[in-house]
C-alpha cells in the first residue's frame, strides 16, 4: 500500500536579515492512512515548519511532496487552500475558535469555504461532527463559555468535519490542565480508527508517547524515527 | 448565483461585526450618514428650484416662444423715424406667409391699466387687445363652462367683448358669481364679458409674492389682466393701427434660431430695412437659469463628494482597525481552507454593509433635512421651496455610499487576503 503522504529531501531555507535559516535541511519520511504519529522536537528544531508545509500552509524550497499520488510541493496558494478545506485538519494549543461564531458555526467553519457549499447541509455535518467529540448539548454556546477541555473537543470537531485524509495536532494539550489531557488524546488516537492520520507535533515527550510512531526532530532533521 | 453563495454568509458576518461593534460602527458610518444626507437633501433642494423655474420660464411662453417688439430706431437711423409705421397686422400676415416655421402669430395691441366698473365696484388690471391666437402662444385655455375666448369673428366686427383673468373675476363680481354675459364699463364703453381664462395654480415649489392676495394666490401676476379683440383696441382705445408687440410660437424648439433669423428678415424686408423692433426669446432666462442650477449642483454635489469621501476614509480607517484585531481570525479561516478571494469578499462586503446601513441612515437623516428646509423656507421667506424627495435620488444617494464603501473597502480587504497564515495565527 503506497504512503499516504511520502516526503523526499524536503528542505526549507529563511533569509533572516543576512542569515540564511535551515529549518528544514533535508527531510525523507513517509506517513501511512490511519497511523497516530508524533514529531517530537525542541522549538527550532523544525518541527512546526514541516507541519505548515505538509499542512499546505506553506511551500518548501526543495523536494518533493507526493500527498494521495499527487505531487504536491509546489501549489498555488488557491490549490493549497483547496487542499486544507478537504484534506487537512488542524488543531492549535490556543484552540482559535472564532469568538462571535456558535460552537456549530466554528465546526462548519471549514465547509463554508467548499464548492457548492450548502448551509444546511454543514449543519448538520457539524453536529455530527460534534455528536463525535462530544459537544453535542454546546451547539448554540459561545466558545468562552466553554471550558478549555470542551474548547480543544470543538477544535478537533472542527478537523474532523470536512473528513480529512490527515490531522495536524500542535501541541494540542499545551493550555489544557492535567484531568483534560487523557481525555483529548485519546480522542485524537480514536480518530485513526476511522482512517485518519494523526500528527501530534510537540515538545513533550509524555505526550509523544502517546503515539504509535515517535519521529525526533532536532536541527531541521529527523533525528530518530521510531514506531512502538 | 456562485458569487452569492459566498457573498450571502460574509454578508450575514459583516452585519454581525457591525451589531458587536455598535459605537465604533457608528461613528465611522457617520461620514456616510452626512454625505449621503446631505447629497440627498442638496440635490432635492436643488431640483425643487428647477421645477420651479421651468414653470415660470412656461409661464411666460415657454422655449418656443419669440417676442418681437416695438423699439426705438438705432442712432444711425433716427432721421429716418418719419418712414417708422411700427408693428401692424400687416406684419403678422408677412410672417404667417414667409415664416413656416412660425405656428401661430399673436398679436397684441396694449390698451393700459385701465378701471373695470361694474353696478358701482371697480378693479383695475392691465387690458390688451388680441386675437384668437393668444390661447396658443400664451400656453392658456377657457375652461369649459366659463365661457369662450375671442374669436376671430369678434375681430372681424369689432365686438365689445372681454375675456377676464380668473384673479380679476372675484373683485369685480364677488366670490361665486358667474360672470359671463355680464356687461362692464371701460373709459365708459360697454363691453360683454365673454370668458375667463384659466387659473394657473404653481405646483411644486411655489413663488409666492409678498402682497398676494386670496383669488390670485401665487400666480396672480399671471391670472390678472383683461382681454379684448385686437381691432376693437385699436379702434376703439389706440386710434391706429399699431401694435405693442408679437407673439411666435414655434413648433419645433430646435429650430429656434432659425425662427429667429427668418423673422428678423421678414420684418427688415418689410420695414424697408428699419430696425424699429426688437426680437427676444426666451433662451437667454432659461441659459442664465441653466448656470445656475449647474453652479448649485456643482456646490452642494463638491460638499456631499467631500463629505462621502471623508466618510470613505472612516470605513476605511475602521476596516483597518478591524483587521488588525482579528488577524488571528483571518489565520484560522485560512487554516481551514479559505482562500484569499474569500477573505477579499468577506472584508469588502463587511464595509459593504457598513456603508448601506450608514446610507440608509443617511437617507432618513435627509427626509429630515427637507422636512425641515421646506418648514424654514416656507415660513420665513415670501419666496418659499416646496421640494419633495424621489425615489431616484435617494436610490441615487444610496448606491453612492455603497460605491463608496467598496472602495474604501478595497485596500483593507486586500491586507486580509494577502496575510500569510502563520504569520496570522502566531500573532498575539
Do not use: C
Not at chain 2, 391670472?223 to 376703439?236: E, L
Amino acid at each position: 500500500m503506497p504512503a499516504l503522504i511520502a516526503i523526499r529531501g524536503l528542505r526549507k531555507a529563511y533569509v533572516m536579515g543576512d542569515e540564511t535559516v535551515h529549518a528544514l535541511a533535508g527531510v525523507d519520511l513517509d506517513f501511512q492512512k490511519g497511523e497516530f504519529v508524533a514529531i517530537l522536537g525542541p522549538s527550532g528544531s523544525g518541527k512546526s515548519t514541516l507541519m505548515h508545509i505538509l499542512g499546505f500552509m506553506d511551500t518548501p524550497s526543495e523536494g518533493s511532496i507526493v500527498f494521495d499520488g499527487q505531487e504536491v510541493a509546489k501549489l498555488e496558494p488557491d490549490l493549497r487552500a483547496w487542499y486544507r478545506s478537504n484534506r487537512v485538519g488542524f488543531v492549535f494549543q490556543s484552540f482559535n475558535l472564532l469568538p462571535r461564531l456558535t460552537v456549530l458555526e466554528n465546526v462548519a467553519l471549514p465547509l463554508l469555504y467548499r464548492e457548492n457549499s450548502d448551509p444546511a447541509a454543514n449543519a448538520a455535518a457539524a453536529a455530527i461532527a460534534l455528536e463525535r467529540v462530544g459537544m453535542s448539548h454546546r451547539l448554540d454556546h459561545r466558545p468562552s463559555q466553554l471550558s478549555g477541555g470542551e474548547r480543544q473537543r470543538v477544535a478537533i470537531a472542527r478537523a474532523i468535519v470536512g473528513s480529512p485524509s490527515i490531522i495536524f495536532a500542535d501541541e494540542p494539550t499545551g493550555n489544557l490542565d492535567v484531568k483534560n489531557v487523557d481525555r483529548i488524546l485519546d480522542l485524537l488516537g480514536s480518530l485513526i480508527k476511522e482512517g485518519i492520520t494523526v500528527v501530534l507535533v510537540t515538545h513533550d515527550l509524555s505526550v509523544a508517547e502517546n503515539a504509535h510512531r515517535i519521529i525526533s526532530m532536532r536541527a531541521g532533521l529527523v533525528q530518530e524515527d521510531r514506531t512502538k | 448565483m456562485k458569487l452569492f453563495d459566498r457573498v450571502r454568509p460574509a454578508i450575514i458576518n459583516g452585519l454581525r461585526e457591525l451589531q458587536a461593534n455598535k459605537i465604533r460602527s457608528l461613528l465611522s458610518m457617520s461620514g456616510i450618514i452626512l454625505g449621503v444626507a446631505s447629497l440627498v437633501a442638496m440635490v432635492t433642494v436643488v431640483q425643487g428650484m428647477v421645477g420651479n423655474f421651468r414653470q415660470f420660464v412656461d409661464a411666460m411662453g415657454g422655449i418656443e416662444k419669440i417676442t418681437v417688439t416695438r423699439e426705438q430706431l438705432p442712432k444711425e437711423q433716427e432721421h429716418l423715424a418719419e418712414l417708422s409705421e411700427g408693428i401692424t397686422m400687416r406684419d403678422v400676415d408677412r410672417i404667417r406667409k414667409t415664416v413656416p416655421l412660425v405656428d401661430n402669430i399673436s398679436p397684441e395691441a396694449r390698451v393700459g391699466y385701465e378701471r373695470l366698473i361694474i353696478d358701482g365696484r371697480e378693479t383695475s388690471t392691465y387690458v390688451t387687445g388680441v386675437t384668437a391666437d393668444y390661447l396658443p402662444v400664451a400656453k392658456r385655455w377657457v375652461d369649459p363652462g366659463f365661457g369662450r375666448f375671442i374669436s376671430d369673428l369678434d375681430g372681424l366686427n369689432m365686438n365689445d367683448v372681454i375675456v377676464l383673468g380668473s384673479a380679476v373675476v372675484p373683485e369685480l363680481f364677488g366670490a361665486n358669481v358667474d360672470p359671463v354675459g355680464k356687461v362692464i364699463k371701460i373709459r365708459g364703453r360697454r363691453f360683454t364679458v365673454i370668458g375667463v381664462l384659466n387659473n394657473i395654480e404653481g405646483s411644486g415649489m411655489q413663488i409666492r409674492s409678498a402682497n398676494s392676495r386670496s383669488g390670485g394666490g401665487a400666480w396672480r401676476w399671471r391670472n390678472s389682466g383683461a382681454f379684448i379683440p385686437v381691432s376693437t383696441a385699436q379702434a376703439k382705445f389706440i386710434g391706429n393701427d399699431r401694435l405693442s408687440g408679437l407673439g411666435l410660437r414655434i413648433g419645433d424648439a430646435e429650430r429656434l434660431h432659425d425662427a429667429v433669423e427668418q423673422t428678423e428678415r421678414t420684418m427688415l424686408a418689410a420695414h424697408k430695412g428699419l430696425r424699429d423692433f426688437a426680437i427676444t426669446t426666451n433662451e437667454q432666462t432659461l441659459e442664465d437659469f441653466r448656470k445656475t442650477e449647474a453652479a448649485f449642483k456643482l456646490s452642494l454635489g463638491g460638499v456631499a463628494g467631500i463629505s462621502l469621501f471623508v466618510g470613505g476614509i472612516g470605513i476605511m480607517n475602521v476596516m483597518l482597525a478591524s483587521i488588525n484585531e482579528r488577524i488571528r481570525e483571518i489565520g484560522v479561516r485560512k487554516a481551514v481552507g479559505a482562500r484569499g478571494s474569500d477573505l477579499f469578499l468577506q472584508f469588502l462586503s463587511e464595509a459593504a454593509v457598513i456603508s448601506v446601513v450608514g446610507g440608509l441612515i443617511g437617507l432618513v437623516v435627509s427626509m429630515g433635512i427637507v422636512a425641515l428646509m421646506n418648514y424654514i423656507l416656507t415660513q420665513a421667506l415670501p419666496t418659499g421651496a416646496v421640494a419633495t424627495l424621489d425615489w431616484v435620488i435617494m436610490s441615487q444617494g444610496l448606491a453612492f455610499s455603497v460605491i463608496v464603501g467598496l472602495v474604501a473597502g478595497v485596500y483593507p480587504a486586500l491586507r486580509a487576503a494577502k496575510l500569510d497564515p502563520i504569520e496570522a495565527l502566531r500573532h498575539e
